[in-house]
């Protein structure tokens, strides 16, 4: 069973950073892309960045230059998105997905939530003024 674990989220001031975390499990984490999304209340699902095992980038683009970066722990399965000078225009459901990167080649939906079978249960990230 695939599945999908976020945490690293809450609240923080403006400025401020936070790390999240997606935890795989139930697939061949090679195989696969992660995507990091979030969704402000009213707002459609947008992609904020993505990656595959070995930091391959191919295809993903960064929705949030400068201040977030994305890395993969293939060791632990596990991809994180270290957020820094937070903004409460940053503030939303974060959430991470999953899908077959030979999927992902074919419809190029790299950034997009619909490109993606396999959903988190989101975190919440609130940033104050």
């Known amino acids: 069973e695939v599945q999908l674990v976020e945490s690293g989220g809450g609240l923080v001031q403006a400025g401020g950073s936070l790390r999240l975390s997606c935890a795989a499990s139930?697939?061949?984490?090679?195989?696969?892309?992660i995507g990091w999304f979030r969704q402000a209340p009213g707002k459609e699902r947008e992609g904020v960045s993505c990656i595959s095992s070995t930091d391959n980038r191919a295809g993903c683009a960064d929705s949030v230059k400068g201040r977030f970066t994305i890395s993969s722990d293939n060791a632990e399965k596990t991809v994180h998105l270290q957020m820094n000078s937070l903004k409460p225009e940053d503030t939303a459901v974060y959430y991470c997905?999953?899908?077959?990167?030979?999927?992902?080649?074919?419809?190029?939906?790299?950034?997009?939530?619909?490109?993606?079978?396999?959903w988190g249960q989101g975190t919440q990230v609130t940033v104050s003024s």
């Open positions: 139930g697939f061949t984490f090679d195989d696969y892309v």
């Open positions: 997905g999953a899908q077959a990167r030979r999927t992902l080649m074919r419809s190029g939906a790299y950034g997009m939530a619909w490109g993606y079978d396999y």
